[in-house]
Every structure is written in structure tokens, then in C-alpha cells.
């Protein structure tokens, strides 16, 4: 597609529920982030994908966040035993290597009841 | 760390310059100003990003003093539709370097008619 695509755009979940999230990128971009920001607040790195290269998972705030990314495709974040404080909007972006502008999806809003 | 210092919020009037200040004073040689703007309820866009030498493209200007400790970005004809969060972000740029964005609080530009 044209940019990058995330699904769901908003999700309702009870909390100790799992979640996954799922983040197309460009078709071609090597290099993949996700992002959460709570509302009010900045965007807060999560995890980042390179091509072959293992990923930065420096930013996951517990196990129970966790991402996967097949080659230089789709992306899912899951979320394990949800809780209320995960309630944020999680963005995904991409870029054709590691280089100038990364494109940010629109967003899924988490929601945890 | 965000490695940035900017304002918290600034007003500018519809159709003059709109100059948003950051600090980079820790900058290192092989990193690249970048800077990206968030409008409301969507996922951040890339604006512009340079080493050293001044910049400019359809959307705005970037200045970077000579010892590139601080820049401005410049929207020459501020309109409604340039309200948003403008964070300026500092990173490694290229092939091979983790180079992760890493978003401080931004500044939150307000036009006003």
C-alpha cells in the first residue's frame, strides 16, 4: 500500500486479556518501529526491527510486551495479561533502510477496561 | 534521554514565520537533526532533517547554527493547519547504525487567526 496500514484502529480489551497488534509497513522498508503514547504524553520507543538484524527490544516495558516481524513484512505487537496502564495508542512506522524519514501509521487505541 | 531541549508551546499568527527553536547541545558529528510534527489524533509526520548545512524544502526551512549545538525550524506562512506537537530529534543517520527516533515532549505550535 501507499503507507503504512495498522489494525485494529481502536481496540476495547478487559484487563488480564491478551492483545495483538498488527503494522504493514511500506512494501520494501528494512527497518520497522512501534511506539506507544499514552494521552498527553510523547511517544515512548518501544521496539525496533532492521532487516535480518535482531531487533532493539531495549524499550519493551515488561515481558509482557513482546514483537514479531516476518523478513521485511508484517509486524505484530502482543500484549500479554493487559493492564490498565497499557491503555495507549501503540504506533507503527517504517523506513526503506535506516535512514531519513521514517512514515508513521495512524495508530491503534488500546483500551483496557 | 532526548538529547533535545525545546519550548514547551509557542503561538504564531496565521500567515506570519513560525520559528521553533531547539537545543542540541550534546550533538555528536555523525548525527542528524531531524525534525517531525504530530497534528492531532495522528501519527507523526516527517518535515526535515540535515547535518550542517542550512535546509530547506516544500514544507519548511531548517537552520543549524556552525557548531550545530542548536537549529530552528522555519514554516514560512504559518496557517491553521500547522497547529500540531513539533519535536526536534537528533540521531545517527544511515545504514547499519540502530538509529532509533527518540521523542522528547516537543513543542506544541499554536497558530492563530
Known amino acids: 500500500g501507499a503507507g503504512v496500514s495498522q489494525s485494529p484502529s481502536n481496540k476495547v480489551t478487559e484487563k488480564g486479556k491478551d492483545v495483538e497488534l498488527r503494522c504493514d509497513p511500506i512494501s520494501g522498508h528494512t527497518a520497522l518501529y512501534w511506539y506507544r503514547q499514552r494521552l498527553g504524553q510523547g511517544l515512548e520507543f518501544l521496539i525496533y526491527f532492521q532487516g535480518n538484524s535482531a531487533p532493539d527490544k531495549s524499550g519493551l516495558p515488561s515481558d509482557r510486551f513482546s514483537a514479531e516481524r516476518t523478513g521485511e513484512s508484517v509486524s505484530t505487537l502482543t500484549i500479554q495479561r493487559t493492564q490498565q496502564e497499557d491503555s495507549a495508542v501503540y504506533l507503527c512506522a517504517s523506513s526503506l533502510d535506516a535512514g531519513i524519514g521514517y512514515t508513521f501509521g495512524s495508530g491503534t487505541r488500546l483500551t483496557v477496561v | 534521554d532526548a538529547k533535545t531541549t525545546q519550548p514547551t508551546s509557542m503561538d504564531c499568527a496565521e500567515g506570519r514565520a513560525a520559528n521553533l527553536p531547539c537545543n542540541h547541545s550534546t550533538i555528536s558529528g555523525n548525527e542528524y537533526v531531524y525534525w517531525y510534527r504530530q497534528i492531532h489524533s495522528q501519527g507523526p509526520q516527517y518535515i526535515i532533517h540535515?547535518?550542517?548545512n542550512n535546509e530547506t524544502n516544500e514544507m519548511a526551512s531548517l537552520i543549524i547554527t556552525e557548531d550545530r549545538k542548536s537549529s530552528t525550524l522555519i514554516l514560512p506562512h504559518a496557517t491553521l493547519r500547522d497547529t500540531a506537537v513539533y519535536y526536534c530529534i537528533v540521531r545517527i543517520h544511515g545504514s547499519g547504525n540502530t538509529g532509533k527516533l527518540i521523542f522528547g515532549q516537543g513543542t506544541t505550535l499554536q497558530v492563530k487567526p
Open positions: 540535515g547535518l550542517k
